[in-house]
């Protein structure tokens, strides 16, 4: 398993925008496919996006394609989320997963990951 930190949550207001990231502790990073999923009090914690081993590769959630941009950077063993255009519903605790993976395929299911950080606060305000 990987340990995963994620930082960069806050409060914003609706419109606004904010970065997640998340440093991964562990060499072959590159192997590994990185994803953001969230949970809002009182719902099941849900997927937001995933980057694939490479980063050639991106699935998004309904809910924040076109709003959402998930990147990774390799060489520093970090993920990113950028998320524009912020709405209150996007508010959650925001967290971080990894799935070692074959170099073809791209995890987008909470069961598929078997690492994950403590989570990072995001609030919208209206």
């Known amino acids: 398993q990987v340990q995963l930190e994620e930082s960069g949550g806050g409060l914003v207001q609706a419109g606004g925008s904010l970065t997640l990231s998340c440093a991964a502790s562990r060499r072959a990073f590159n192997r590994l496919s990185m994803g953001w999923f969230r949970q809002a009090p009182g719902k099941e914690r849900e997927f937001v996006a995933v980057?694939?081993?490479?980063?050639?590769?991106?699935f998004y959630a309904d809910s924040v394609k076109g709003r959402f941009t998930i990147s990774r950077d390799n060489a520093k063993n970090s993920v990113s989320l950028q998320m524009n255009s912020l709405k209150p519903e996007d508010t959650a605790v925001y967290y971080c997963?990894?799935?070692?993976?074959?170099?073809?395929?791209?995890?987008?299911?909470?069961?598929?990951?078997?690492?994950w950080g403590q989570g990072t606060q995001v609030t919208v305000s209206s």
């Open positions: 980057v694939s081993r490479g980063g050639g590769t991106t």
């Open positions: 997963a990894a799935k070692s993976t074959i170099l073809t395929y791209t995890p987008q299911q909470l069961h598929e990951f078997d690492s």
